[in-house]
Each structure stands twice: as C-alpha cells, then as structure tokens.
C-alpha cells in the first residue's frame, strides 16, 4: 500500500502487512514512521486530504476499497474497530458512558433511535444489559454505575477499558489499538495489556496493534512489524525479533532500549545516530542509510526489497545475509566505558541534596456551610513526611504511579511550590522555601529540567542566546570572549555542534532542544539537577543518547542528580540510588541493586511486576494490583496501600501506619510485613538485576 | 448545584447593587444640580429651591441614595416629572412590550443563526461558508436605523405586506400585534445574527476537531446522528452563553429599533426620559434593564451548567 496526501508526499510506501484471526500484530516505529497513518488505513479512515494512491486492503480476503459510505459505515459499525489513544478525549465528554457503549453495540440500530435527553440510559432493556455484560467483560467490576457515569468522572484506566468495551461492541473482525496504554500508568497498563491477551483468545479477533514501544508490543503480540520513515523494515515473530533482529534499524532500536540491570557504565545504550528523513525528502536508497552503521555504498544508490529472510520473516535490507550469518555486527561500535569503576561512594560528608520530612498540603475550599458547622477543613496531601538525600556522583531516582507525589517533590526542591513543613538543604546549608528568597548566588546550584524544558526554550532566541543568559546572570560570566568560549564547551558537553549556537529551537528536533535544555542547566555548573521526566516523550533513540549523555556528564562532574521518570526501566537504568513513592510518602528506599530484589516493598513488587520487558518468554509471576489508589483527600488510616495491597495482613494494616525496616543491603521498607518473610515470599522479578551493578550494597541484599 | 446557584444568586444581588448604586450616581449626583436641568436655564433661584426640597436633594447624597433605593425595592418608583403618571405602571407596560419583541427577535434568531453557524462551520472553507460570512459580517456593519428604514421601504412602502409604524394599541395582544412586530424584530434579528452565527461555527469546528467525533464516525455512526448527538450537543453549549451575552446587544438595540418604527417598548420611553430631562423615569428604566440583563445571565449560566455533566457533576 502507498498512501499520501495529494500533494504528493507518501506517508507510507509499499507496507503490506497481513494479520491472521486471533493473532496480534504489534506495528512498532518511533515518531515520523507513519505508524498511526497505517492503523487508520487499515480502518479505511483517511484524514479528509489523505488518499491511497496505490494498494488496498482486504478484510477476510475481500477488497475494501471504493465502498460506499453505507457499506463504508457498515464496516465500521460490525467488522473493523479502533481503540484510540487517548481514552478521555476520544469519549464525548457530555454523554454517558452507558449510552456512547451502547450506540457502538453492532446490531443495535442506533442511528435510527431518535434524541433522548441528555444523558439517558441506552434504550431497551437488551441493550443495557449488553452494555453491561461489556463492561463487565472488560474487567469493570460495577459495571451499572459505569454506565451510568460520564467520562470525566472514571480514572484513566477505567475509561480505556470503557473505550476497549466500546470498540467490542460491534465484534469485530479486527481491533486495531493506537497507543492505547501510553498515557496510563504502569500498573494500570499492565492490567490492560493483560485484558488484551485474554479478548484475543477469548474472541479470536485479529489485533493490529501499534505502539512505540517494543517492550509493550513484546508483552501483547504474536508478531511485530517494524515501521521506518513510512516503511515496513522488517517483520518477524516476537521472540525471534528480539532475539535475532536482522534489520540495523531493529538492531539498534533494542540497543536503545534500556534494560533492567543493565550497567550503565559496563555496557551503555547505544542510541542511533541522527535522526528520521522527512517524508518529502527522503533517501533514494535505503531509507535507514544516513543512520545505518554498516551502510555501504550499494546501500545510497539502491533501494533494498522486502526479502522472506526465513518462512514468517521479512526484512528490507542489503545486508540482512550477512547479518544473518553473523559476518557481520549491525550495531554502532559503543563507546568505549567511561570509567573503569563502578558507580561512585558517598562522596564528601553530607548529602549534596537532604529533603527532610517534606509535605505539602493544598487545603481544600470549604463551603460556607461547612466552616459554620466547624467541619474540618480538607486537604489533598501531596506531600507526606518525605525524606530523601541524594549525593555527589550519585543519581537518585523517583519513582511511583501518577499522584504519588514525585514531581510536588521536584517542584519543592526548587522552590517552585511551598512546602506545608519540612526542609530543603543544599550541602547541609538550609534553602528557604520560595524561591524568590533564596540567595541568588545558590540558584545556580541548584537546577531543573522539566519533561518540556527543551519546548520551553524562547524561539526567538538562538541557541547561543539561551545559553548565554544563565551564564551572565547566574554564574557571573561578564566578557563577550569568556560567554562565547563556555558557550561553546556547553555545546560540545551535550554533544551537539558547535554551530547550533547561531540556530533557533525551530530548527532543532526534540531530542536536541531537550539537549540545549541539559545544557542550559549545566551552565552554572549546579551541584544538584534535578530531572522531572526529562526523558519522557522523545523517542527511544534519541532517549537512548540523552541517558549515557548524562551518565558521562555525571562522571565528568560529580553531580547528584534527582531524576524522576514513570518508566521504571529507565530509572532502572540510571539510578545508583532508589526511592519509590506511593501516595505522597516514600515506601522503600536504597541503593537501585537493591531495591530491584527481594525484599520488596509489596507496592514496590507490584510496580516492578508492571514493567514491561523485553523477554517475551520467562515472564515471572506477576502480581498486579486491581482497583484505584485512595484519593489523596481521605486517606485511609493504617498503611496507604492496604486498599490494593496482595499482602495485606488485614486488620494490622488497616489500623496502623507501618513501621520502617532496613536490612543489610542499606534499604529501607515500610511495611508490617517483616523483611525475612517478604523475601521468602517473594521471587526475583529481575534475573540480572544487582548482578551486573555493584554498588555499595553490592554484597547480600538478603538479610 | 445548590451551593452553584446560592452563589451565582448571590453574584446577581452584589451586581445589582453596585449598578444601582451607579445610575444613581450618573444621574443624580454628575450633571451638577439637578433641578436646573430640569427646570431649564432661566429658572428662578426659589423655584429651583422648591425643587430640591421635593426631590430630597438637599439631604447627603447617601441619604438620597438609600431612600430611593428602599422605596423602589417596595415598589414605589416615583413619580414621572414629564407626565406626572406614577412611573412604575408605565415601565412595567413598556417592559412587557419590549419583552414581546426581545422574545420574537431570539425566537427568529437563535434557530437561523445556529442553523447558518453549522451550515457554515460544515462546509467550512468553501462557498457556502464564504457566503455566510460575508454576508452576516456585511449585515452586522450596518447601524440597526439603515437595515430598519431599507426593510421599511422594502416591505411597507414596495411591497406593502407589513405596516411601517409599529405603534401598537396597548391593550392589543400579541396576535393583534404581531404584524406590526414582525419588522422590528427582523431589523434586530440582523442584529444578532452574525455574532451568534460566527460563534456557532468556531465552536462546531473545534468540536468537529475533537477526537470523540472521530470515536463516533468509526463507530459506524450516519453523519446525521454524529453531528446532533455527538457534535452539537458540546458545540451549543458555548452558545447558550452567547445568546445571555447577545441580550445585552439586544436591549441596546432595541432602542434604535424602537424609535425607528415608533414602538412603546422601553427603549423609546428612555430615549422619551431623556428628552425631558426625567431623571426618576430615566432611573427606573436603566435598573430594569441592569435587571433584565443579569436574569439573563444567570439563566445562561445556570442552563450551561445544567447541560454541561463536568460542570453538573464536578
Ligand atoms: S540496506 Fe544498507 S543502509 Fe539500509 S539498513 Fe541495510 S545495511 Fe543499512
Ligand atoms: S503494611 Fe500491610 S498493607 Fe501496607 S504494604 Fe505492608 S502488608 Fe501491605
């Protein structure tokens, strides 16, 4: 199939793709592959200036092209169906949830039901109760009152699983997902991911299932197409993909992958060069050329064709039999280790950066009424009694689910929001709350990069502009010769051309503004940086190079860096040091080797239990946890967790706040559950994981 | 929802106060000494002195302002000065009058602007919605007494279907009056048109925009059961609150297009009490309009949240 807009760039070139019933397709490309162009191709959905000039698709191995509007809605109404990407905006906003399910029931003749008011039930007892069994199927326990609830007031995995049930309504032939877990946290994802599993077999419906993530598609898919600036680059069963990857583009994209375990010193990500062609400007060879490391002459000059490599297997690539064959190795040559340590000790005395019992607490309004009958006022508890240090050289990473309280923490360290109580100490000296009273000459200390700091950049000001600033206000820099100079080594630090000086953020792609966003905060040279999903949304590829860019930078340094990420493989990745947060309070805490083993905290067990991985075979038990986490307003007394917690002890729980426990390995776990029986509970959900990274806690992290 | 509507009540009392407290001030307190006014240049100092004691203006302004505040919220209204007539009977039959045609002017022009605001917004970019817009924004150029005199000569004078004068007999009704209403209110139809009708069409196409459309099209919904139950039912809510807003223009308008066609709604009675200096007439009308205004808003914030579950629901 070819597709493009008549003005005559192709999104897509010659991508042909089969998806057998009962099987998923997981359809993986990073942003400019045309991923999401293909899933609405296949919908026969194409955006009112798009058109396919050449192919077609089948469905059950009849064309669909030239149908009708009616046949074309027909389609859509019991064969073909979308699960979109973002679940909230993709439900209207003013119906309920009960009624958009049932108007996507495939026998129901919802078009010719007249209006209702607003917000009435679906019509006819047949169809509540479909709409209920739905519901119901898809793992929403109270399902009547999810019907009778409009969007706005489920939490996000509920209204995906609203959107899935939807979408099963017509029982299609094929579902196709777009992303559909990308916006949810990790524990909610996997739950998802699981659902999916389960309607494929349950249903035998074809999956088309589109993601940027390879270790997603490798939980959910039979098969993965891997999609490179409009085209199909390779396809090939999961396991063998992951295991044996024929095409350099594949190859590399595992290699930027992180994986949990994996020593960022010993062994860095290697990250691809460069970035994705334009669609109207690309190559006439390869398309992967410009970025391919074992490119070769032919390579410019010749486009390669879909080879069946084995049966099952295709990839476009010269060079695939020598790949093949192991002659040749189609990764970029790594960087030779940045240092022949491991990560470093404790260095100096006190911590470069101590939170001690930090909490924040945004008061509630309270209605008139209230206050007279001397109703206590309420409060969202961002923030509990939170406690961290993070020192030179060292990296500190955050992690928790959504509203566990990790970035009203990043914020407090940098003096964007006041804390309710506690303090903030920079090298052992106390930092005042706002931060307009902090001395000027420590902001320079003490700096943040936000996940859009590099789109936040001014786009009228040059690079070499944006850079210069800080210099000149914070870190003193006064002559025109002495600016340019550190300019310039600012530059080279996070590895971009010196030339980028003169451009503006326009011209950058996202991965280089979020590297002039690095470089800016390293021009006062800070002792502390703290990250706030800095990494997340880029590509891999580009992630890949922006996470050894600050492992070097790190051991270049000597900075104590905070890095907060939702995705834990990651933090996984670059953390010496672990703190994981649940509802504004840290639970565990220690050293990353050991806290990505037994003991776990069990909230700790369940979010590593969620992370998807790239080995699609050998999964361990997982635990997973059902239902919401307790609104941060009326926290239950006890432990925070008991509402959801596999391990819960039961009444224990529910009436006390745990007591902290530490073992050996130097990590803390609050919990009732003492640490001898948590390890012999629990099983390792890492094979590799404190193996390959010796920290100080190297030694028995078992009690 | 009850503590939304306490509060948005409450909102309606401070604004009528404060705006009460301001017409007094414009006309009592600002032109210097009332009594001149209205009894002209040449009046002689005594005269002037007697009608100041009559007026209560030799008492401290606040004094002044409370008591006429009091009095009118009892009901007594004054007195006119132009025709000696108790004021609040006069207003309350001009009122009801200008009611009549406030309601038929909607009644025409919430429908067709909606209906030209989707047509436009459905074809957007191509002739139809290209003719509506000019043609709406060429209308809305045109001061309400041209579009008035030009459907006067058209109808009444060429085409001699509707009388000119719109003077309606007060005891008539409204069957009675309507032919005399219908040019009136198609002079201010004009009026509100454009505004609600380009309203209506950015609202639809950002809610055509919106990714719960695409949901419902691959659904395999008909275009027809899209654009009603999915589209318009977000992209009118912002109109209700244009509609609120467009009665303020409305009740601005409906004073040209009363004199215009020689209506006894309250716009001609203000521009009558401001002719003859009325300054109690001139004070009740301006707080009946305030009032009108803000019951307007009110509705609309109230319909809005009504129809809006995020905002009903929280
Ligand atoms: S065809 Fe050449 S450039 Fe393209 S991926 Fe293969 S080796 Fe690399
Ligand atoms: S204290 Fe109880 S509820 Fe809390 S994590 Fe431990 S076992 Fe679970």
């Excluded at chain 1, 391990?647 to 776990?669: N, Q």
């Amino acid at each position: 199939m070819a597709y493009g807009p008549g003005a005559g760039v192709l999104a897509l070139r010659d991508v042909d793709l089969d998806v057998a019933p009962g099987t998923a397709v997981g359809l993986v490309g990073e942003s400019g592959s045309g991923k999401s162009t293909l899933a609405l191709a296949a919908l026969r959905f194409l955006p009112g200036d798009g058109r396919v000039v050449r192919g077609r698709v089948e469905l059950g191995g009849v064309a669909l092209d030239g149908l009708s509007s009616a046949a074309l809605r027909d389609l859509w109404r019991r064969r073909v169906r979308l699960v979109p990407q973002d679940p909230l905006a993709s439900l209207n906003p003013s119906l309920t949830v009960g009624r958009q399910v049932a108007e996507g029931l495939a026998g129901d003749p919802a078009g010719r039901d007249g209006e209702g008011t607003a917000g009435a039930s679906p019509r006819g007892d047949r169809a509540r109760d479909a709409v209920r069994a739905l519901l119901a199927s898809v793992g929403l326990a109270d399902a009547a009152r999810v019907a009778a609830s409009y969007p706005h007031q489920l939490s996000g995995g509920m209204q995906q699983r609203v959107a899935i049930a939807m979408a099963l309504g017509g029982a299609p032939e094929l579902l196709v997902m777009d992303e559909p877990t990308t916006n949810l946290d990790v524990t909610t994802e996997a739950t998802v991911l699981d659902l999916v599993r389960d309607l494929r077999e349950r249903h035998g419906t074809a999956v088309l299932y589109v993601s940027h993530s390879l270790a997603v598609v490798a939980r959910t898919c039979d098969r993965v197409a891997v999609l490179y600036a409009g085209e199909l680059v390779e396809d090939a069963p999961v396991a063998e993909l992951y295991r044996r990857p024929l095409h350099p583009y594949t190859r590399g994209l595992l290699d930027s992958l992180p994986r949990v375990g994996q020593d960022r010193r010993a062994e860095p990500l290697r990250p691809i060069e460069g970035r994705i062609p334009e669609a109207h400007a690309r190559p006439p060879g390869c398309v992967f050329a410009d970025r391919c490391p074992v490119a070769i002459e032919r390579c410019h000059a010749e486009r390669p064709a879909l080879d069946d490599a084995a049966p099952g297997r295709r990839v476009r690539c010269h060079r695939w039999p020598e790949i093949a064959a192991g002659t040749l190795d189609p990764r970029r040559p790594a960087e030779p280790p940045a240092r022949a340590h491991d990560a470093l000790a404790p260095d100096g005395d006190a911590p470069a950066l101590s939170v001690r019992s930090l909490s924040k607490r945004y008061p509630l309004a309270r209605g008139a009424w209230a206050a007279l009958r001397r109703r206590p006022a309420r409060a969202v508890r961002a923030l509990e009694d939170a406690s961290l240090e993070v020192w030179r050289g060292r990296t500190l990473g955050l992690v928790g689910e959504s509203g566990s309280g990790k970035s009203t923490l990043a914020r407090c360290v940098v003096g964007l929001t006041v804390p309710t109580a506690g303090e903030v100490a920079l090298a052992g000296a106390r930092l005042a709350p706002r931060l307009e009273h902090r001395y000027r000459a420590r902001l320079g200390e003490l700096q943040m990069v936000f996940q859009n700091s590099g789109e936040a950049l001014n786009p009228y000001l040059t690079v070499g502009e944006s850079l210069a600033r800080p210099l000149r206000r914070l870190a003193g820099a006064r002559s025109g010769g002495e600016i340019e100079a550190r300019v310039r080594s600012l530059l080279e630090a996070v590895h971009l051309p010196a030339a980028f000086a003169a451009r503006v953020p326009g011209e950058l792609s996202g991965g280089e503004q979020q590297r002039v966003a690095i470089a800016r905060a390293l021009a006062t040279e800070p002792c502390v940086l703290v990250f706030d999903e800095s990494v997340s949304g880029l590509d891999v590829s580009v992630q890949a190079g922006i996470l050894d860019l600050l492992t070097r930078l790190q051991d270049e340094r000597h900075g104590a860096y905070a890095f907060i990420s939702h995705d834990l493989a990651v933090v996984a990745y670059l953390a010496d040091d672990i703190a994981v947060m649940h509802l504004g309070r840290v639970v565990e805490s220690g050293p990353a080797s050991a806290v990505l083993r037994p003991p776990y905290h069990p909230y700790t067990e369940a979010l590593l239990s969620a992370v998807p991985t790239l080995d699609p075979d050998g999964q361990a038990e997982r635990v997973r946890l059902t239902g919401d986490a307790p609104s941060p307003v009326d926290l239950p007394p006890g432990c925070p967790f008991h509402t959801r917690c596999p391990r819960s002890l039961g009444e224990l729980c529910e009436r006390e706040a745990p007591p902290w426990r530490r073992d050996a390995s130097g990590k803390t776990v609050a919990c009732h559950i003492p640490l001898e029986e948590l390890v012999t509970a629990q099983v390792p959900l890492f094979a590799d994981a404190g193996d390959a990274g010796a920290g100080p806690a190297a030694e028995g992290a078992a009690p | 929802m009850t503590r939304f509507l306490a509060r948005r009540l409450g909102y309606l009392l401070v604004t009528l106060l404060v705006t009460s407290l301001l017409i007094f001030l414009i006309t009592q307190l600002l032109p210097g000494d009332v009594a001149r006014v209205i009894l002209g240049r040449e009046a002689s100092e005594p005269a002037l002195q007697a009608l100041r004691e009559r007026l209560g203006l030799t008492r401290p302004a606040p004094v002044q302002y409370l008591t006429w505040l009091v009095a009118f919220l009892r009901g007594d209204w004054g007195t006119s000065f132009a025709t000696e007539q108790a004021i609040r009977p006069l207003v309350l039959e001009r009122l009801g009058n200008s009611l009549m045609l406030a309601g038929l002017t909607l009644a025409i022009a919430v429908p067709l602007a909606i209906a030209l605001g989707v047509a436009a917004a459905l074809r957007a970019g191509r002739w139809p919605d290209a003719v509506i817009s000019v043609a709406s924004l060429a209308v809305v150029g045109l001061p309400e007494f041209v579009t008035g005199l030009v459907l006067i000569e058209v109808f009444a004078f060429r085409l001699r279907w509707l009388p000119a004068n719109a003077s309606i007999a007060p005891e008539a009704g409204f069957l009675e009056a309507l032919p005399m209403l219908i040019l009136p209110a198609l002079t201010a139809t004009l009026v509100l048109l454009a505004y609600i009708a380009r309203l209506t069409r950015a609202s639809v196409l950002e809610e055509l925009g919106r990714a719960y459309v695409r949901t419902a099209v691959l659904k395999g919904l008909p275009p027809r059961v899209v654009l009603v139950r999915h589209v318009l039912r977000n992209a009118l809510l912002p109109t209700v609150t244009v509609v609120a807003i467009s009665v303020g223009w409305l009740i601005s308008g409906l004073i040209v297009v009363e004199n215009v066609f020689n209506y006894p709604g309250l716009g001609r009675l203000l521009t009558f009490a401001i002719d003859r200096r009325d300054v109690p007439l001139l004070q009740a009308i301006s707080l009946v309009a305030v009032l009108a205004f803000a019951l307007a808003n009110l509705v609309a914030d109230v319909l809005y949240a009504v129809l809006n579950p995020r905002i009903r629901l929280g």
